[in-house]
């Protein structure tokens, strides 16, 4: 079978890290690469791989091309700290990778639970993403919500990755601020124009879509507050480039 290295990066993720890495450790190694932080997440990574790097960070797709760098072997499984692979993932990992012909890349479905919540609906359970690849054919992109490209074929696996990136409201928050910065300072750099409608109008038709159109409705009072808070990212990510172009601070 293929070798396979898992690589993820971190910043204070104590209270995910040690589930993430439990669910793959049976790969042949974790390359971890952390952001400096501040609490019990390097501690604990530590106890399950000796490959633990530090990084400043500045932004994702750099964060985790750099953890390519450090992963020693051709295959490569990507994954975030608030994620889990099970059982069944795993043996579909593996069967792949014991293929004489393995494709370049595979996608899988991922799971997104908001407070203890599976979301279903509002598009958010149609997300699939490229996690699974050799090393020498992908490339990380995008400063924020970074995708991996890969130069080859690519087939999708049936079983998902489970996702658990809000399971308190301090999570969403700490998180809504450091990625509508992110994306307000990459709408500065690719010199976007942003009206007052960008700020006042499309988060109300994010909501209508996501809620009414894709049903997100069906998810319950969690999913109506979750859709809520997405719509007002939007109007975040709009304020904060224009306090940008103003030469303004937006963190």
């Not at 669910?23 to 530590?46: G, H, N």
């Not at 797709?61 to 499984?77: M, P, T």
């Amino acid at each position: 079978m293929n070798r396979l290295s898992v690589v993820i990066i971190t910043l204070n993720e104590e209270g995910n890290i040690r589930r993430c890495l439990e669910s793959v450790r049976w790969a042949d190694e974790i390359v971890l690469v952390d952001s400096y932080s501040t609490d019990k997440t390097l501690d604990k990574a530590r106890a399950f791989s000796p490959r633990v790097f530090q990084r400043r960070f500045d932004n994702f797709a750099s964060q985790k091309n750099f953890a390519l760098e450090k992963a020693r072997f051709d295959w490569v499984l990507s994954v975030d700290a608030d994620e889990v692979v099970d059982q069944s993932l795993k043996e579909e990992i593996r069967a792949k990778l014991s293929l004489a012909e393995p494709y370049d890349g595979y996608c899988m479905p991922r799971r997104n639970y908001f407070l203890g919540k599976e979301l279903r609906h509002g598009g958010i359970g149609e997300d699939l993403q490229l996690r699974l690849f050799r090393k020498d054919k992908a490339r990380f992109a995008n400063l924020v919500h970074e995708r991996v490209t890969v130069n080859g074929k690519v087939e999708e696996l049936k079983n998902p990755i489970y996702h658990y990136s809000f399971e308190t409201m301090d999570d969403y928050f700490r998180k809504f601020r450091q990625y509508t910065t992110l994306e307000a300072a990459l709408l500065k750099e690719e010199n976007k124009k942003v009206t007052l409608l960008d700020i006042y109008l499309k988060p109300y038709l994010r909501f209508i879509y996501t809620y009414f159109i894709k049903l997100g409705f069906l998810d319950g009072f969690k999913g109506f507050f979750f859709y809520v808070l997405s719509s007002l990212y939007m109007a975040e990510k709009f304020a904060k480039y224009k306090k940008l172009m103003k030469g303004e601070p937006c963190a």
